[in-house]
């Protein structure tokens, strides 16, 4: 079973930029497609970005599409998640989840606090 440990959040400016990091542990980042949701104070967790396992094909949500970018090094069995232009409603705990492509075996992170101030 794959283990995620996430790191790289922190406080920032509006206009700022993180990059978070979710690096694997127990086995690698082979065959599984990683996730990044946030969830704010009292609201659902949403998702965020996704990169697949086969060609590292990224999707994003309408809300941070152009100011995050999703990426992956196998090598380091870790995923990436680049944000720049941050607002403060990008502030929330982000986790990352990965999903074994062709099994139910998944997992997720304990989550990072990005916060965002005006």
């Known amino acids: 079973q794959v283990q995620l440990v996430e790191s790289g959040g922190g406080l920032v400016q509006a206009g700022g930029s993180l990059r978070l990091s979710c690096a694997a542990s127990?086995?690698?980042?082979?065959?599984?497609?990683v996730s990044w949701f946030r969830q704010a104070p009292d609201k659902e967790r949403e998702f965020v970005a996704r990169v697949s396992w086969v060609g590292a094909i990224t999707y994003y949500a309408d809300s941070v599409k152009g100011r995050f970018t999703a990426s992956r090094d196998n090598a380091k069995n870790t995923v990436y998640l680049q944000m720049n232009s941050l607002k403060p409603e990008d502030t929330a705990v982000y986790y990352c989840h990965a999903q074994h492509d062709w099994s139910t075996n998944n997992a997720w992170g304990q989550g990072t606090q990005v916060s965002v101030s005006s």
């Open positions: 127990g086995r690698t980042f082979s065959s599984y497609t």
